[in-house]
């Protein structure tokens, strides 16, 4: 070893994932990257006089954990005021709203459980007596939806039905009236655009706190699947200029309905715009939206008769615009939920030959035929998963999820196992805000299922580790330098007090984490 270390970890059990040398005791650290893999006798040859010597007393040591799915700059609007998350029922949410802050008259609320409409319609009705009036806009936890009450409604200039470029509504009754239940983005936003917003100065603060939260549960990285406003690369910058982010996070922009040549071409000018630990690497399509809103593309409507519809009207618009931005080099993520949306990505792939092996990724695949399984392998499509999400679900297929597919599509609910054994790589995720971005119920969640999908098989432990490491690596093109131990890598590592594939789900949902390392700093330590 020609120069001595900035680190040394030693004492632990490392689980490398390096195929040339599984396991370790000790890892050297210099510049931001592995310098040498080995054990406790190779310690006191690679220390030199400034090097710092951390042991880590029998704790195991992993590759850092990355979220391969996560909104942790525009999830700071989704989660602006009153948190909803922990409502079950009306009269839950009636006596939250009851006390509610008040911020420039408003009630803002996010996270509330479809299933706590105990199968009603979503409508105003319900709630606005509560509320005596105020404007109020309501997320629904899956940040596809919302509730608005009349006075909300009336701000934002909404009277009756809209017609947007994407598959959105403004949901009315018979009679022509709004019911206040906003369905998809376009939707969403003209209420949002009128309701009063988080100073950049508030944002900044808690983007900072987040991102160190994210860091003691032992991540280091996010594959982050928006832009925000189009702000956030000013916002990162900023806040980089007075320390490293914890956490590096790789930006996807979206490509919404419409997007003309100019519009790619704006796309493709962003890519690599970068800071030191965060980077515009990617864009994000919608093929559908969710099953519980009804915009889910199915093979065959939900029980309401909803979800034949695509979020691209033109779906053959969204196949052109994937190979056009894959012609230039840059990487898709498709949010595909339903059997039809998850089928049109994979033929649009599949479409562009063996170039677009391991290049395009399917978000989500919430429910999918036996059929669809095998050929994410085959044409090297990965798959990114969310076993969080199964909690909205319930294993008597009571919840509005399962009712709303059926007993034979809610059978198939986050084929995470199936996937895997026919040869996928399968990058797991949390998709915060729409669950915690605690990366060990991540784990935890793949290994345990639960709701609709406890009855499929679940992963091994090492396949969940897998899932943020190194498919998650691959999922970002990033194999060659990053989700694995060795020497040269990137020294992002994180330590457990339990090693995480060996011991019990639920004990690894809580495991202490020792310290979390992103670009050879120690970012978090107990």
Same mark, same amino acid.
């Given at each position: 070893?020609?120069?001595?270390?900035?680190?040394?970890?030693?004492?632990?059990?490392?689980?490398?994932?390096?195929?040339?040398?599984?396991?370790?005791?000790?890892? %050297?650290?210099?510049?931001?990257?592995?310098?040498?893999?080995?054990?406790?006798?190779?310690?006191?040859?690679?220390?030199?006089?400034?090097?710092?010597?951390?042991?880590?007393?029998?704790?195991?040591?992993?590759?850092?954990?990355?979220?391969?799915?996560?909104?942790?700059?525009?999830?700071? =609007?989704?989660?602006?005021?009153?948190?909803?998350?922990?409502?079950?029922?009306?009269?839950?949410? $009636?006596?939250?709203?009851?006390?509610?802050?008040?911020?420039?008259?408003? /009630?803002?609320?996010?996270?509330?459980?479809?299933?706590?409409?105990?199968?009603?319609?979503?409508?105003?009705?319900?709630?606005?007596?509560?509320?005596?009036?105020?404007?109020?806009?309501?997320?629904?936890?899956?940040?596809?939806?919302?509730?608005?009450?009349?006075?909300?409604?009336?701000?934002?200039?909404?009277?009756?039905?809209?017609?947007?470029?994407?598959?959105?509504?403004?949901?009315?009754?018979?009679?022509?009236?709004?019911?206040?239940?906003?369905?998809?983005?376009?939707?969403?936003?003209? /209420?949002?655009?009128?309701?009063?917003?988080?100073?950049?100065?508030?944002?900044? #603060?808690?983007?900072?706190?987040?991102?160190?939260?994210?860091?003691?549960?032992?991540?280091?990285?996010?594959?982050?699947?928006?832009?925000?406003?189009?702000?956030?690369?000013?916002?990162?910058?900023?806040?980089? *200029?007075?320390?490293?982010?914890?956490?590096?996070?790789?930006?996807?922009?979206?490509?919404?309905?419409? &997007?003309?040549?100019?519009?790619?071409?704006?796309?493709?000018?962003? *890519?690599?715009?970068?800071?030191?630990?965060?980077?515009?690497?990617?864009?994000?399509?919608?093929?559908?939206?969710?099953?519980?809103?009804?915009?889910?593309?199915?093979? @065959? #409507?939900?029980?309401?008769?909803?979800?034949?519809? %695509?979020?691209?009207?033109?779906?053959? &618009?969204?196949?052109?615009?994937?190979?056009?931005?894959?012609?230039?080099?840059? $990487?898709?993520?498709? @949010?595909?939920?339903?059997?039809?949306?998850?089928?049109?990505?994979?033929?649009?792939?599949?479409?562009?030959?063996?170039?677009?092996?391991?290049?395009?990724? /399917?978000?989500?695949?919430?429910? /999918?035929?036996?059929?669809?399984?095998? $050929?994410?392998?085959?044409?090297?499509?990965?798959?990114?998963? *969310?076993?969080?999400?199964?909690?909205?679900? $319930?294993?008597?297929?009571?919840?509005?999820?399962?009712?709303?597919?059926?007993? =034979?599509?809610?059978?198939?609910?986050?084929?995470?196992?199936?996937?895997?054994?026919?040869? #996928?790589?399968?990058?797991?995720?949390?998709?915060?805000?729409?669950?915690?971005?605690?990366?060990?119920?991540?784990?935890?969640?793949?290994?345990?299922?639960?709701?609709?999908?406890?009855?499929?098989?679940?992963?091994?432990?090492?396949?969940?580790?897998?899932?943020?490491?190194?498919? #998650?690596?691959? %999922?970002?093109?990033?194999?060659?330098?990053?989700?694995?131990?060795? +020497?040269?890598?990137?020294?992002?590592?994180?330590?457990?007090?339990?090693? +995480?594939? =060996? &011991?019990?789900?639920?004990?690894?949902? *809580?495991?202490?984490?020792?310290?979390?390392?992103?670009?050879?700093?120690?970012? @978090?330590?107990?």
């Amino acid at each position: 070893m020609t120069s001595a270390p900035s680190t040394v970890l030693t004492g632990a059990k490392v689980r490398t994932l390096d195929p040339a040398r599984p396991f370790a005791t000790a890892v %050297a650290v210099r510049d931001g990257l592995v310098l040498a893999v080995g054990d406790a006798h190779d310690v006191p040859h690679w220390r030199g006089p400034g090097t710092e010597v951390v042991d880590l007393a029998g704790a195991t040591l992993t590759p850092g954990l990355v979220d391969a799915h996560s909104h942790p700059v525009w999830g700071l =609007e989704l989660t602006a005021g009153l948190d909803l998350t922990g409502v079950r029922d009306l009269d839950g949410l $009636r006596a939250a709203l009851a006390g509610a802050e008040r911020v420039d008259g408003w /009630v803002i609320g996010w996270g509330l459980d479809h299933n706590a409409f105990g199968g009603r319609p979503v409508d105003r009705a319900l709630i606005e007596e509560t509320l005596s009036g105020a404007p109020a806009l309501l997320r629904l936890y899956d940040g596809h939806s919302a509730l608005a009450t009349g006075a909300a409604l009336a701000a934002a200039g909404i009277t009756g039905p809209r017609t947007f470029a994407q598959h959105a509504e403004v949901v009315c009754d018979a009679s022509g009236r709004p019911t206040g239940h906003l369905v998809e983005h376009a939707a969403c936003g003209l /209420v949002t655009a009128v309701m009063p917003r988080t100073s950049y100065d508030h944002r900044r #603060a808690r983007l900072t706190e987040l991102l160190g939260g994210m860091a003691a549960t032992g991540l280091t990285g996010a594959h982050v699947m928006d832009l925000g406003d189009g702000d956030v690369p000013d916002l990162l910058a900023a806040v980089e *200029q007075e320390d490293d982010l914890p956490v590096r996070l790789r930006l996807a922009p979206w490509c919404m309905p419409g &997007a003309d040549r100019a519009a790619l071409d704006e796309l493709i000018r962003l *890519q690599g715009r970068a800071g030191r630990r965060w980077q515009v690497a990617g864009a994000k399509f919608f093929m559908d939206g969710t099953v519980e809103g009804g915009t889910a593309w199915l093979e @065959h #409507a939900d029980c309401h008769g909803q979800g034949t519809e %695509a979020f691209w009207p033109d779906p053959a &618009a969204y196949s052109e615009a994937v190979r056009t931005l894959h012609e230039a080099g840059v $990487r898709t993520a498709t @949010h595909a939920i339903g059997d039809a949306a998850v089928r049109h990505v994979l033929d649009t792939v599949e479409a562009l030959g063996e170039s677009g092996r391991l290049r395009h990724r /399917v978000e989500h695949i919430e429910t /999918v035929p036996d059929d669809t399984i095998p $050929r994410f392998a085959r044409l090297g499509v990965i798959a990114s998963m *969310q076993p969080p999400h199964t909690a909205y679900t $319930r294993a008597d297929h009571s919840d509005e999820w399962s009712r709303r597919l059926g007993g =034979e599509r809610a059978g198939r609910a986050w084929r995470c196992r199936d996937l895997r054994d026919a040869g #996928a790589f399968v990058a797991l995720g949390s998709d915060w805000p729409i669950a915690d971005y605690d990366v060990r119920r991540v784990l935890a969640t793949g290994r345990d299922p639960l709701g609709a999908a406890a009855a499929g098989r679940p992963l091994t432990g090492l396949m969940a580790l897998e899932g943020c490491t190194t498919h #998650a690596a691959v %999922a970002a093109g990033e194999a060659e330098v990053s989700g694995r131990i060795a +020497p040269g890598l990137r020294a992002d590592l994180t330590a457990f007090g339990l090693d +995480p594939v =060996e &011991a019990p789900a639920d004990e690894v949902a *809580q495991a202490p984490v020792r310290l979390t390392m992103t670009g050879g700093q120690i970012v @978090h330590r107990a």
